[in-house]
């Protein structure tokens, strides 16, 4: 849902303010009730709300922790240790 920024041009007052883009604007300002409370031009921010893929899918992803499973342990393929080095020449492609 949209967020627009109003200005009473009588009193100064600034809000925020959520509406419908279908909803008509707001013309009495809140604070001294005057006619002049107005539509500001200002950059577009807005408001998800629910379950949607943000909180589903992104919202945790910087604190996500890799664990392993039982069934993942037990797959992992144990390989066996490296051959000793004084078996090999210096300088070899094994090590």
Request: contains cysteine.
């Amino acid at each position: 849902m949209p967020i627009y920024d109003y200005q009473c041009s009588s009193c100064g007052h600034k809000a925020e303010v959520m509406r419908k883009i279908s909803a008509s604007n707001v013309e009495a300002c809140p604070k001294c009730a005057a006619e002049t409370f107005s539509k500001q031009l200002s950059a577009p921010s807005f408001q998800l709300n629910g379950s949607g893929w943000y909180a589903t899918d992104f919202k945790n992803s910087g604190n996500k922790v890799q664990t392993t499973s039982a069934k993942d342990e037990a797959t992992t393929e144990k390989k066996p240790d490296a051959a000793p080095a004084a078996a090999c020449n210096p300088g070899c492609a094994c090590h």
